[in-house]
Each structure stands twice: as structure tokens, then as C-alpha cells.
């Protein structure tokens, strides 16, 4: 086998046709000219140095310059994304999301009747409980507004579930060190004194104990309210991969304008609600979700629903592009 070639053959698995010819190809010929040269001299050791010079070379390439230019390559995607698509409608509608958000977490404040530092230290508080939904919500509203019958490419896919992911990982991150925290410290600076922590104030952890100590001790219906409401934290961190995800689903409707708008209230307002709805609806018989399985379904109930709808819309829309392309 000719010297270099396993390598290249490796490196075409990972690296595309386009970073092979401007860094893979041009390293292994020079490890193949340079190895054949001081070979055709008969001096092995050199020959030997020169092919681990070469092997060492193009793992450097690999591990150094190849991560560089894919993130480039992102980089520049990205930014082309931004410009044709995002620029003029995905901003301004994540932007109108997240101020009607906080808009609705500053009620509280107000009405705490607070006014000054205090006011504003309280509507501070209160802010990262509006994160878990706005992000889901703000994204869903950028990508369906922003993708609105636009072509909808791999590279736009791939973007919006990044996206997705780390809309994902900051709601989750909020909901497990902050929102416990802040919410303590919200209701400490109302009572203007220390109190002791409520569901709400516990961490995920501390809530899911309580949660199993209640029902082994036979406090079902509380038992069941809590494990639902730990179950519910963790779907809403999910929640803004699954609306991205959702949202590519619509865009690939290419529905008009006004049902657009329509589809996105709709969801927006169902999901915002459920919870609660749900909560009030089976306030009578709260210890059927003392049960872990069934409090894990009803709060992952509508990120599965709203999964699978996607997954539909985008298969329709790609089974009607095989029926055009055939036709």
C-alpha cells in the first residue's frame, strides 16, 4: 500500500472534499514525496524519522487546523443565515417575546406595592422564572416568523436545533441553580425576614425527596402535586428544543401569513397554559401522579405531541417534494 494512503482514506470519513484539498492531500504528498526521496538514498533511520516527521504532521493538521475551519465554516454559515433570514424578523420577534415575558413577570412586582431599589430589586428576582418559557416560546416565534418561505436547507435545520440545544441547556441551567435561589430570595425580601423553603424553593433534587418522602409516609395527593411539578421542570427545560424543532415543522407548511400568527398563539398559549390547567383539572385526584410513570407522562405529554406533530409536517412536506420531483 502506498505510503500515507490508510490516512488519507481515514481522513475522507471526517473531513469534507473541500478541507481535503487544502490540508489533507497537500500533507500526505509531501510525506509521500519526501519519504520516497530519502528512501531511494537506503538511509532507513532517516527514512524512518522522515515518515514519523509526516505521520506527526498531518495529526496536527487533523487536531489543530481542520477544528479551525470547521468553526470558520460555522462561523461563516451562521452569519449568512443571520443575513438572509434572521436579520429582519427572526430579532425583532425573539426580541418582542422576551419584553411581553417580562412584561408579565413585572405584574408581581407591581403589585407587591414596592417601590425604588426594593421595586426593582424584586422584578430582578423575579426575572428568571420567565426564562424556562420565553426562551421555548421567543425561539419558536423567531424561527417561524424568520423561516416564513424561505428555503429551509440542511444547514438551516442544523442551526436552529443548535439553537434549540442551547436554549435547552440555559433553561435547564436557570431552572437548577437559579429560579430555587431566587425565588427564596424574592419571598425573603417580602416577609423582610428569613423563611423556610418552599416546594418552590427547593432544588430538583431536594424537591423530588420531599416529593418520595411524602408518599412513603401515605400524603398521596401532595406526593403526586410535587413529583408533577419536578417532572414539569424538566420537560419546560426541554421545551425550547422541542419548540425549535416545532417551529421547523410550521415553516415547512409554508402556511400564509395570518396562520402563521394563528398557529403560533395557539401554541404558545396551549403550552403556556397546560400546567396549570392540568393542575387545576385534577386537583381531585392529585395522588394519581404520586406514581412516577404517570406524572412523567402528563408533563412530558405535550413535548412528545408537539415532536411527533413535526415530524409529520416535515415528512409531508418531504414526501410532497418527491411527489413534485417525480412528477
Given at each position: 500500500m502506498t505510503t500515507g494512503r490508510r490516512l488519507q482514506q481515514w481522513a475522507k470519513r471526517v473531513c469534507s472534499a473541500r478541507t481535503m484539498e487544502q490540508l489533507i492531500d497537500p500533507v500526505i504528498a509531501d510525506l509521500q514525496h519526501e519519504y520516497a526521496r530519502t528512501k531511494a538514498t537506503r538511509q532507513m533511520l532517516h527514512a524512518g524519522i522522515v515518515l514519523l516527521r509526516g505521520y506527526c504532521a498531518f495529526w496536527i493538521v487533523l487536531a489543530v487546523h481542520v477544528?479551525?475551519?470547521?468553526?470558520?465554516?460555522t462561523i461563516r454559515g451562521l452569519r449568512k443565515l443571520y443575513e438572509e433570514s434572521f436579520n429582519g424578523a427572526v430579532v425583532p420577534a425573539v426580541i418582542a417575546m422576551v419584553i411581553v415575558s417580562v412584561a408579565l413577570i413585572a405584574v408581581?412586582?407591581?403589585?407587591?406595592?414596592?417601590?425604588?431599589?426594593?421595586?426593582?430589586?424584586?422584578?430582578?428576582?423575579l426575572l428568571p422564572q420567565?426564562?424556562?418559557?420565553?426562551?421555548?416560546?421567543?425561539?419558536?416565534?423567531?424561527?417561524?416568523?424568520?423561516?416564513?418561505?424561505?428555503?429551509?436547507?440542511k444547514t438551516v435545520r442544523r442551526t436552529v436545533v443548535i439553537l434549540g440545544l442551547a436554549g435547552t441547556l440555559v433553561s435547564a441551567s436557570t431552572i437548577v441553580w437559579v429560579v430555587p435561589v431566587a425565588n427564596q430570595a424574592f419571598r425573603t425580601a417580602i416577609a423582610?425576614?428569613?423563611?423556610?423553603?418552599?416546594?418552590?424553593?427547593?432544588?430538583?433534587?431536594?424537591?423530588?425527596?420531599?416529593?418520595?418522602?411524602?408518599?412513603?409516609?401515605?400524603?398521596?395527593?401532595?406526593?403526586?402535586d410535587l413529583l408533577f411539578s419536578f417532572h414539569a421542570r424538566?420537560?419546560?427545560a426541554g421545551a425550547a428544543l422541542v419548540f425549535s424543532v416545532f417551529g421547523l415543522g410550521v415553516t415547512a407548511?409554508?402556511?400564509?401569513?395570518?396562520?402563521?400568527?394563528?398557529?403560533?398563539?395557539?401554541?404558545?398559549?396551549?403550552?403556556?397554559?397546560?400546567?396549570?390547567?392540568?393542575?387545576?383539572?385534577?386537583?381531585?385526584?392529585?395522588?394519581?401522579?404520586s406514581h412516577q410513570g404517570?406524572?412523567?407522562?402528563?408533563?412530558?405529554?405535550?413535548?412528545v405531541l408537539m415532536l411527533l406533530t413535526s415530524l409529520a409536517f416535515l415528512t409531508k412536506r418531504d414526501d410532497q417534494r418527491s411527489t413534485f420531483a417525480i412528477i
Open positions: 477544528p479551525s475551519m470547521w468553526l470558520h465554516r408581581p412586582a407591581q403589585r407587591s406595592s414596592q417601590h425604588g431599589l426594593l421595586g426593582i430589586w424584586l422584578l430582578v428576582l420567565s426564562v424556562p418559557l420565553s426562551i421555548p416560546l421567543s425561539l419558536f416565534t423567531g424561527i417561524v416568523c424568520g423561516l416564513r418561505r424561505r428555503p429551509v436547507t423582610r425576614s428569613v423563611i423556610l423553603e418552599g416546594p418552590a424553593e427547593m432544588s430538583s433534587r431536594e424537591l423530588r425527596n420531599y416529593a418520595v418522602a411524602l408518599r412513603n409516609r401515605g400524603d398521596l395527593a401532595k406526593a403526586g424538566w420537560a419546560l407548511l409554508r402556511l400564509g401569513r395570518i396562520s402563521t400568527v394563528l398557529v403560533v398563539a395557539t401554541a404558545s398559549v396551549v403550552y403556556g397554559s397546560y400546567f396549570d390547567e392540568l393542575h387545576e383539572l385534577a386537583r381531585a385526584r392529585l395522588s394519581l401522579f404517570v406524572a412523567l407522562m402528563f408533563a412530558w405529554l405535550p413535548n
